[in-house]
């Protein structure tokens, strides 16, 4: 059989109607043209081509229609359908047969029509349980075919969700690294001044020491000096009270001298005299 084809309002071709889409605004358009609609844009909602109303992607159906069919194709589709003859009823008499010949004959010949009629109403009965089951299974071919179409489109859009947030984790992861590389940087920085801060720590305790030392060295001969100092001081003592028994010895001598001359002084003009 073949497929029902209609046009596509955006690329102006036929396409079979199982790729057409359609909205609750009413328009429908191909698969194709629909992916190609919504792939520039991440929020998978977009304005309809035809009358700019607003549509999204996960509320398109697909619409399902059966063509006209020719009754050698509903014959050739249905073989279980038995095709209704009319039944000829021959109801030419002879001159010999009597009415009661006559209304048996009709009578199996009604007979015959009843069942015929039954055996047709069964054969409908199954066409229409046949017909409704298979009208049932489409339904739920088409909740399904919907279904799986909705939780697709609701997977894109968790899929671009999850697009955008590994792009910012991978910023995120971007930054760190750089942060990372800087801290290194800092660290190798940092641990330069630290030897030289070591070093420049190093040569002030050798200085201080050496400080240390002269300081000590100079206490040392401070002490030194004090030490000779206090036994300058202890020896000028010494000397003065030496000077001073000295002078006293002096001016007690130059007295007995002052003494005994003024005593012999006389006594020897008088021996120059005589």
């Not at 057409?20 to 991440?42: E, M, T």
């Not at 009965?125 to 071919?141: F, G, H, K, T």
């Not at 697009?163 to 942060?179: A, K, M, P």
């Amino acid at each position: 059989m073949d497929e029902l084809q209609v046009e596509c309002p955006i690329h102006l071709d036929a396409v079979p109607l199982k790729e057409i889409l359609a909205f609750n605004c009413g328009h429908g358009f191909c698969v194709p043209c629909l992916d190609a609609l919504f792939s520039s844009r991440p929020s998978r909602v977009s304005a309809c081509p035809t009358c700019r109303k607003s549509i999204r992607r996960r509320d398109a159906f697909q619409l399902f229609l059966t063509p006209i069919r020719s009754m050698s194709q509903m014959r050739a589709s249905s073989p279980h359908l038995t095709p209704y003859l009319a039944p000829v009823v021959d109801l030419t008499t002879s001159d010999e047969d009597s009415p009661s010949v006559l209304i048996s004959r009709l009578k199996e010949k009604n007979l015959a029509l009843l069942l015929e009629i039954s055996s047709l109403t069964d054969d409908l009965r199954r066409a229409r349980l046949a017909a409704d089951s298979q009208m049932a299974l489409q339904a739920n071919i088409e909740n399904e075919n919907f279904r799986l179409r909705r939780e697709c489109d609701d997977l894109r859009e968790e899929n671009d969700g999850l697009r955008e947030v590994n792009t910012r984790i991978q910023d995120q992861c971007e930054s760190l690294e750089l942060r990372c590389t800087q801290g290194k940087e800092i660290s190798i920085r940092l641990s330069i001044d630290n030897d030289r801060l070591k070093e420049e720590s190093a040569k002030l305790k050798a200085e201080l020491q050496k400080a240390l030392t002269a300081k000590r060295q100079a206490t040392d001969e401070t002490r030194n000096e004090r030490d000779r100092v206090k036994l300058f001081e202890g020896r000028c003592q010494t000397f003065k009270k030496q000077v001073y028994r000295f002078h006293q010895y002096v001016m007690f001598s130059t007295d007995c001298n002052l003494h005994f001359f003024i005593l012999v002084r006389p006594g020897k003009e008088e021996a120059e005299s005589t």
